[in-house]
Nanobody, 120 residues
Framework: QAQLVESGGGLVQAGGSLRLSCAAS?????????????VGWFRQAPGKEREFVAG???????DYAESVKGRFTISRDSAKNMVYLQMNSLKPEDTAVYYC?????????WGQGTQVTVSS
């Protein structure tokens, strides 16, 4: 059964950094196939719609929301079935539950999320 598990969330002061990790396992996520999936990070703040944060296609095609460009970096380690989101210069408005998702033509698989709280 396919599974995505996020980790690395927590409480940080404004200006600080966190690195989120997304571990893929089971189902279609073998070491040789996970690299074919587009993986994205999304977030949802209380009372707001879920929004796209960053995505990576193949090994090096990256997309970012305007609000995080220059501060967040998405990367993947296909050998370990891992995708990371390095978040620097965090702002209180980055506070949200962050989700990892994977898919081919659409995001079919979702993790449970990890909470990120940025204090001012």
């Amino acid at each position: 059964q396919a599974q995505l598990v996020e980790s690395g969330g927590g409480l940080v002061q404004a200006g600080g950094s966190l690195r989120l990790s997304c571990a893929a396992s089971g189902g279609p996520f073998s070491t040789y196939t996970f690299s074919r999936y587009t993986v994205g990070w999304f977030r949802q703040a209380p009372g707001k719609e879920r929004e796209f944060v960053a995505g990576i296609r193949l090994s090096a095609i990256r997309d970012y929301a305007e609000s995080v460009k220059g501060r967040f970096t998405i990367s993947r380690d296909s050998a370990k079935n891992m995708v990371y989101l390095q978040m620097n210069s965090l702002k209180p408005e980055d506070t949200a539950v962050y989700y990892c998702a994977a898919g081919t033509s659409q995001y079919d698989y979702w993790g449970q999320g990890t909470q990120v709280t940025v204090s001012s």
